[in-house]
């Protein structure tokens, strides 16, 4: 709940709604997972939250640690099915991966999350509880950056995931600051479209993953609703609306998009744009025979973008001893 429909929801108690504000400090600012020790709050309403409320609608199942301090979760909800969340720590941040969907819909081809099919939507509440654990089970205990790239494509959950996002970014919730929000989208527009006029100031990453519609087709098939020419105009948009920056995310598959050719291509069509290229060497997905290029092939993909003015990012592989690449482990446990 957001902090005014808990308000609304005590007032039906006929409770006094500033109660609102001491519960969400208890969970959000103090860590408290036990209604009983919110001992600012009246007797009787610490026995109606227990009695009506819970903290978190999943329980880990399994927890991986890589050698570089990457840590993988996954969770099984309440009704049995399985959800993963990452916590990718470095010297200055500690980053929470979260999912939005069980499953999804999409079945890009260089991704393990749509092998098993999509199942259904996250609640805000399932999302924002992936976020309390991380913060409660992470190094330090703090996380300091958020990024909607696990399991699921969060702008076909739109509702739920812009719920979460504003109890996150709330300054009586977890109170993470907008920019160090990312929405990951495979490139739905009409989202595109519709959180250009949210007024939040958060990331927003595109995957675009190829340079011509061919290539991208074969490997998102949501390219056939919402091709190129649709989808470059649609972050054309969100850029002058919102002034910010977009992040176009390019996984280099070997033998398929990871040429100077389609560097030049990239470089053509993202040139116009006030954006960026994460460049990601692809993780290998045995079951889509997908697998990275040579170390000297993205190197000079990379330069050839850098020589022609593209601000560009190499995203170093973490956890990769670990299964961190989204949907993996859920993939490996729901197959044994």
């Known amino acids: 709940m957001s902090i005014k429909e808990l308000e609304g929801f005590l007032a039906d108690w006929q409770q006094e709604r500033y109660h609102a504000r001491q519960i969400f400090s208890w969970i959000y600012k103090k860590g408290v997972r036990d209604f009983e020790s919110m001992s600012d709050l009246p007797f009787d309403l610490r026995g109606s939250l227990k009695e009506n409320f819970y903290f ?4 880990l199942t399994r927890l991986l640690k890589s050698q570089d301090g990457t840590e993988k979760m996954l969770f099984e909800l309440r009704d049995g099915n399985l959800i993963e969340a ?14 939005t969907q069980v499953g999804c819909k999409f079945s890009c081809r260089f991704c393990a999350s749509g092998l098993l099919g999509f199942k259904r ?9 992936e976020v309390l654990y991380l913060k409660s089970n992470t190094a330090l205990r703090k996380l300091t950056h958020i990024v909607f790239m696990g399991i699921g494509e969060p702008l076909d959950n739109y509702d739920n995931l812009l719920g979460a996002i504003r109890i996150i970014n709330s300054p009586q919730g977890l109170h ?45 098939p949501i390219n056939r609703k919402y091709p190129l020419r649709s989808l470059l105009e649609a972050c054309r948009k969100y850029i002058k ?9 390019y996984v280099l598959i070997k033998g398929v998009n990871s040429d100077l050719q389609n560097a030049r291509k990239l470089s053509i069509i993202l040139k116009p744009l006030n954006c960026k ?27 050839y973008l ?30 044994k």
């Open 241 to 249: 609306r919102t002034n910010r920056q977009v992040t176009f995310e």
């Open 121 to 129: 939507d996250l609640t805000t509440g399932e999302m924002v509880g």
């Open 86 to 99: 990452v916590a990718i720590p470095t010297e200055k941040r500690v980053t929470g991966c979260i999912s």
């Open 56 to 59: 978190f609608g999943s329980k």
């Open 277 to 303: 290229v994460n460049l990601i060497p692809a993780n290998a997905v045995v079951e889509r025979g997908i697998r990275p290029p040579d170390k000297s092939e993205i190197l000079l993909f990379k330069d």
């Open 306 to 335: 850098v020589k022609s003015g593209i601000n560009v990012t190499l995203r170093r592989p973490r956890g990769q001893d670990i299964d961190a690449a989204c949907g993996q482990l859920r993939l490996h446990y729901e197959k």
């Open 176 to 220: 993470i600051g907008s920019r160090r929000i990312t929405i990951s989208t495979c490139g739905l527009v009409p989202g595109i479209k519709r959180l250009s006029k949210e007024g939040l100031q958060i990331e927003l990453s595109v995957s675009l993953h190829a340079a011509d519609d061919k290539i991208r087709s074969q490997l998102m």
